[in-house]
């Protein structure tokens, strides 16, 4: 391994370490890394507007053009983000994310026809999205599981009480 290498190895494993200690897991800190590197298409070390807006919404963040365009405004001042810069701001971002937002954000990808509830029938259609081969028998079981009001499907506060469980 090149001497070139070896530093920049070390210094990912300070920067993950630094990252974690103040309040990123290292899974978090490797989805921002990749989430970076993924979309600097050019593979020069920086990204664009358009990149970076495409980076965050893999993250789970979905601003709006005049949103992003402040962020890289006071983050850089060529239009290009270093993943340094990167890193400081998602980092940011996601330490200031709201847990139960984010949880009925979740619910609300399952609850297709918004009617407040996860019937079987939208268990089935996300089980179905994500290439899993689970039989009524199996989805309806999970709901049951869950189902705290009996009403044969999962409420928004039940899903959270799913999603909070340790």
Do not use: C
């Not at 006071?74 to 890193?87: K, L, P, R």
């Amino acid at each position: 391994m090149s001497n070139f290498a070896n530093k920049k190895s070390a210094s990912s494993r300070r920067s993950t370490a630094a990252a974690a200690s103040q309040g990123l897991s290292s899974d978090q800190v490797q989805e921002i890394r990749e989430g970076f590197e993924l979309f600097d298409m050019d593979k020069d070390g920086r990204i664009d507007f358009h990149e970076l807006k495409v980076a965050m919404r893999a993250l789970g963040f979905d601003l709006k053009k005049a949103e992003v365009l402040k962020i890289l405004r006071d983050a850089s001042h060529d239009g290009q983000m270093t993943y340094d810069q990167f890193h400081k701001v998602m980092e940011r971002m996601i330490l200031d994310r709201d847990p139960m937002e984010e949880l009925r954000r979740a619910f609300k990808l399952f609850d297709e026809d918004n009617t407040g509830k996860i019937s079987l029938r939208n268990l089935k259609k996300v089980a179905r999205d994500l290439g899993e081969t689970l039989g009524d028998d199996e989805l309806q079981a999970m709901i049951d599981e869950f189902d705290l009001d009996m009403d044969n499907e999962i409420s928004e506060q039940e899903f959270i009480n799913i999603m909070s469980e340790d």
